[in-house]
């Protein structure tokens, strides 16, 4: 199968910056879209940045400027470089990404477990 492990998260204070990685393993044939959600408490998944395998992206019009994603495709990473944060950005931040395993299914959309992104005031 395949898993998604983020890293990166944690306590910082607004204006202050987190880098955020998510590693993909397991049987990967190849890897289409990547992408970076968050979920903060009350409110619905939201996309932060989205990153196709030849490196377009789009973000979310809260995080331009601000926020940067990137991707390593011969190690199966992306990241997203958040600078300049604000207590709004506080949620739990969930990497997507469209695995293909098997040629003929194609892509599949898998997550990660989460990791917690806290902004004090």
């Known amino acids: 199968q395949v898993q998604l492990v983020e890293s990166g998260g944690g306590l910082v204070q607004a204006g202050g910056s987190l880098r955020l990685s998510c590693a993909a393993s397991?049987?990967?044939?190849?890897?289409?879209?990547m992408g970076w959600y968050r979920q903060a408490p009350g409110k619905q998944r939201e996309l932060v940045a989205r990153i196709t395998s030849i490196g377009s992206t789009n973000y979310a019009d809260s995080v331009k400027g601000r926020f940067t994603i990137s991707r390593d495709n011969a190690k199966n990473t992306a990241y997203l470089q958040m600078n300049s944060l604000k207590p709004e950005d506080t949620a739990v931040y969930y990497c997507n990404a469209d695995v293909t395993v098997v040629v003929t299914v194609g892509p599949v959309p898998y997550w990660g477990q989460g990791t917690q992104v806290t902004v004090s005031s």
């Open positions: 397991g049987r990967i044939f190849s890897i289409a879209a």
